[in-house]
């Protein structure tokens, strides 16, 4: 469990990042920080590791004050990924997996082994291992990318706009394989992106941010979407243009669903007991005219 | 050639002379030169202080230099040393520079990440800046080498046996195939060096040599040509 209290930073250049934050991130969930830029979200992921100190307030990590810990031992026992991936050009894809257990001296030998596990469990082939980052796609960067944040089996995984730079079909790929890992792994993640689609999909609580790190609300993506705290959360989410308002039309006896713009979202699968769906069967269904349309929903009742 | 034939022995001691003197210069400097161009990197006080310094150190010409040295150090004008410390300091004052520059040019995004995944800023500096550094480096090492090799022929002038020894006692004995033999010597010696260093870096930078196939813009988002979309789906 991350726990913030009543965390501020101010950097030296008097810009106020974040003001007076409380907050609880549980154990074993996805926590998904969301805001447009300025909002402080970057800035809240780094405290976790100590890349950027608060000015006031403390973090704790499981009941620790991270204060009291040494930076450098405690960002290598956290995963971090990052957008462009971040890896080192100079060093193979197994080497740049392998970094930080190398760092904190496990055997070179035994390094290796675990790096190329670990490019299994990334969905990457073996054969890339000694390969250089810059012969790498971008989607293969940033899955080497989440790789190496989970080399040292971390509890705490940190993901700073991870998926922000590759098109949106790898993207979309790669969203897909987070939730897998997620499944598989049960890490701690805390997850910044701008992207409300992205935080509603990956998300087990969704924190949004306005300017300045305040917190306009936080709960799971069906409660926010259900009930937007206010105007602002209301705008971010696109419920008050009515983008995610679905209604049923006719066309030649089967029901069509269809979004606020007219365009098809699905069909209502007719052998289907309930007369209203349940929005998981409509996003698994979905023509793909309306990119995500269901999948809010489905990422908040996923667990 | 006549001359070459009956003088090999005497060749091959001023090149070995020459060799003293060169080599000692290019690595002491650029082991001196890392530490102080780091520190020309890291503040921008010190940045000022210390390339304005190589600067003017480059600026001195080397025969006052030799003159002076000695009298500083308190060693002969005709020992190796002098030599040895006048043309280390003139290799400083290049690769300061070039130290400070090739460590600017690492990418802040790397750097960036590689303090947050652990690394200690010692760990860095070894592991990351320095290695991502080498080309940079290197280039200027190369330029040093060079450099350092035609310098040392200067030595003949103030009694410091080299490679220059043969042309200043051609000149004065009026043997033309000794001055040749020596301009001849020295270029072939710098060539030497210059292509040592670059096979050494080839061995030290294997991930220059492979060329990358595709130009990612750094920092800009979603640059992800065709080809890359199909690659990643073809694996």
């Known amino acids: 469990m991350i726990e ?14 974040v003001e007076d934050f409380s907050l609880v991130l549980p ?8 805001g447009s830029s300025g909002s402080g979200k970057t800035t809240l992921l780094r405290m976790i590791n100590r890349m950027v100190d608060p000015t006031s307030g403390t973090i704790e990590i499981d009941g620790v004050d991270i204060a009291t810990l040494a930076p450098v031992n405690l960002r290598r026992s956290i995963g971090y990924v990052m957008q462009n991936s971040g890896l080192l050009p100079h060093r193979t894809v197994v080497n740049n997996v392998a970094t930080v257990p190398l760092l904190r001296g496990v055997p070179r030998q035994k390094a290796r082994e675990n790096a190329l596990a670990l490019l299994d469990t990334v ?30 089996d971390p509890n705490i995984l940190l993901m700073d706009e991870p998926f922000g730079a590759v098109d949106p079909i790898v993207r979309a ?3 897909q394989e987070l939730r897998r890992l997620q499944v598989e792994l049960d890490k701690t993640v805390v997850f910044v992106t701008h992207d409300i689609e992205e935080a509603f999909l990956l998300g087990d609580q969704v924190v949004i941010l306005r300017t300045g790190g305040q917190i306009a609300q936080v709960g799971t993506p069906s409660e926010i979407l259900a009930n937007p705290a206010d105007e602002f959360v209301a705008s971010f989410v696109g419920a008050d243009r009515g983008k995610r308002a679905l209604h049923f039309e006719n066309h030649n006896g089967s029901d069509i669903l269809v ?14 007991a309930a007369s209203v769906p349940p929005p998981q069967s409509v996003s698994e ?11 809010p929903a489905q990422g908040g009742d996923q667990r | 050639m006549n001359w070459v034939w009956s003088n090999l022995d005497l060749i091959w001691d001023r090149t070995l002379d020459h060799l003293v003197l060169s080599v000692p210069p290019i690595i002491l400097s650029f082991l001196i030169a890392l530490p102080l161009g780091w520190l020309a990197n890291r503040y921008r006080i010190s940045r000022g202080i210390i390339l304005t310094a190589g600067g003017l150190l480059y600026a001195i010409p080397s025969f006052p230099l030799f003159v002076v040295l000695p009298l500083i150090v308190g060693i002969s004008i005709r020992s190796p040393l002098n030599l040895i410390i006048a043309l280390t300091l003139y290799g400083i004052a290049l690769l300061v520079r070039v130290v400070a520059d090739g460590l600017a040019s690492v990418d802040a995004d790397t750097r960036q990440s590689a303090t947050a995944v652990g690394f200690s800023t010692w760990s860095a500096f070894w592991q990351v800046d320095l290695p991502l550094a080498g080309p940079v480096l290197l280039a200027g090492l190369r330029v040093v080498a060079v450099s350092t090799v035609s310098l040392a022929t200067v030595g003949a002038v103030i009694g410091v ?21 020596g301009i001849v010597l020295s270029v072939a010696l710098a060539l030497f060096f210059d292509w040592a260093l670059v096979m050494l870096g080839r061995l030290a930078m294997p991930w220059t040599r492979r060329g990358s196939r595709k130009t990612r813009s750094p920092g800009g988002p979603a640059v992800q040509s ?6 990643t789906a073809t694996r």
């Open chain 1, 285 to 295: 269904s979905k023509a793909g005219s309306v990119s995500g349309s269901g999948a």
């Open chain 2, 161 to 181: 046996q080299s490679l220059g020894s043969l042309f200043t006692d051609g000149f004065q004995r009026g043997i033309q195939e000794e001055i040749i033999t």
């Open chain 1, 27 to 34: 154990s074993r969930q996805t926590t998904v920080f969301v």
């Open chain 1, 123 to 152: 969905g990457l082939d073996r054969s890339l291992a000694d390969r250089y980052p810059s012969q790498l796609s971008g989607g293969q960067q940033q899955r080497v990318g989440v790789a190496r944040g989970l080399a040292v």
């Open chain 1, 173 to 175: 790929e790669l969203q």
């Open chain 2, 226 to 231: 065709e080809p890359d979309l199909v690659r």
């Open chain 1, 4 to 17: 913030y209290r009543s965390v501020t930073k101010q950097f030296p250049d008097g810009t106020l990042a």
């Open chain 1, 259 to 272: 979004d606020s713009e007219g365009r098809i979202a699905g069909v209502i699968e007719t052998d289907a």
